[in-house]
T-cell receptor, first 112, second 115 residues
Framework: DAKTTQPPSMDCAEGRAANLPCNHS???????VYWYRQIHSQGPQYIIH???NNETNEMASLIITEDRKSSTLILPHATLRDTAVYYC?????????????FGQGTELSVKP | DTGVSQNPRHKITKRGQNVTFRCDPI?????LYWYRQTLGQGPEFLTY????????KSRLLSDRFSAERPKGSFSTLEIQRTEQGDSAMYLC?????????????FGPGTRLTVT
């Protein structure tokens, strides 16, 4: 699975959009981009995943660049409850049922 | 609450003692995963099961660690002769392949402190 790079921390004002970047320049054609988050003292929580098209669900939007070397997770209206560590993970299609390899993630602080 | 439960939530033990943790996955999920997380780090994969078969084990899973899922439902993770370096949060997750989604649902974890 490809390696990912994320900024260690970010701040966002409550009510504003939070845009969390992820670099995955070595991604290959059969690898998906997944996002999980971990609120303090809880287990990680799945947010969204995608291959090459932009994806949206009730939690967030995922924008993947055309060359697929980077992506951005967008929380459209961040709330204090979105304060968490966000992990960007790349997984091969054939490994989608297998392990997750977490990096250090981005610690997002949403401030009032 | 994701539907994945772990017990106990906290365990304090003395070095050299054995400990066992239990994970109850979402009932229809056939895959069950164990991860370990130390302070300030992301979770690290330990092992996973499909039904009762253990399909992969990490090199992190030394011979002091053993995991079982005897009937393809709940799972146990045992650590023998605990060491201070075993202090961590132990996370369990489950998933269901057949639905075509691959998201893993995590439990709240068991925090182990070895004194």
């Amino acid at each position: 699975d490809a390696k990912t790079t994320q900024p260690p921390s970010m701040d966002c004002a409550e009510g504003r959009a939070a845009n969390l970047p992820c670099n995955h320049s070595t991604i290959s054609g059969n690898e998906y981009v997944y996002w999980y988050r971990q609120i303090h003292s809880q287990g990680p929580q799945y947010i969204i995943h995608g291959l090459k098209n932009n994806e949206t669900n009730e939690m967030a939007s995922l924008i993947i660049t055309e060359d697929r070397k980077s992506s951005t997770l967008i929380l459209p209206h961040a709330t204090l409850r979105d304060t968490a560590v966000y992990y960007c993970i790349v997984r091969a299609f054939y490994n989608q049922g297998g392990k997750l390899i977490f990096g250090q993630g981005t610690e997002l602080s949403v401030k009032p | 609450d994701t539907g994945v439960s772990q017990n106990p939530r906290h365990k304090i033990t003395k070095r050299g003692q054995n400990v066992t943790f239990r994970c109850d996955p979402i009932s229809e999920h056939n895959r069950l995963y164990w991860y370990r997380q130390t302070l300030g780090q992301g979770p690290e994969f330990l092992t996973y099961f499909q039904n009762e078969a253990q399909l992969e084990k990490s090199r992190l899973l030394s011979d002091r660690f053993s995991a079982e899922r005897p009937k393809g439902s709940f799972s146990t993770l045992e650590i023998q002769r605990t060491e201070q370096g075993d202090s961590a949060m132990y996370l369990c997750a489950s998933s269901q392949l057949e639905t075509g989604t691959y998201e893993q649902y995590f439990g709240p974890g068991t925090r182990l402190t070895v004194t």
